[in-house]
């Protein structure tokens, strides 16, 4: 599997993740936040079919997943007020 290949399929694994992780969280405006978040990412992994971006734009998005990730974290442990 080609290297550009194998990086759009983790960066949309992890982005479906978010996506599931932010499903079955309560919903609030922190929440429908991140969701759209995750849904432009995920349709920018999906436009590498069409398009060969920069390996620096690949790098943003991969950072920019990365960063959600850590940010759906951070609300998963909150308490719901």
């Not at 550009?4 to 922190?30: C, M």
């Amino acid at each position: 599997m080609p290297i550009s290949s194998r990086r759009r399929s983790v960066v949309k694994a992890s982005l479906d993740n978010i996506l599931f992780r932010l499903s079955a969280l309560p919903p609030r405006p922190e929440v429908d936040e991140l969701r759209a978040k995750a849904a432009d990412y995920r349709r920018e992994a999906d436009a590498w079919t069409s398009t060969s971006p920069a390996s620096e734009e690949k790098e943003r998005l991969m950072k920019r997943a990365l960063k959600l990730h850590a940010e759906v974290a951070k609300l998963e442990r909150q308490p719901v007020t």
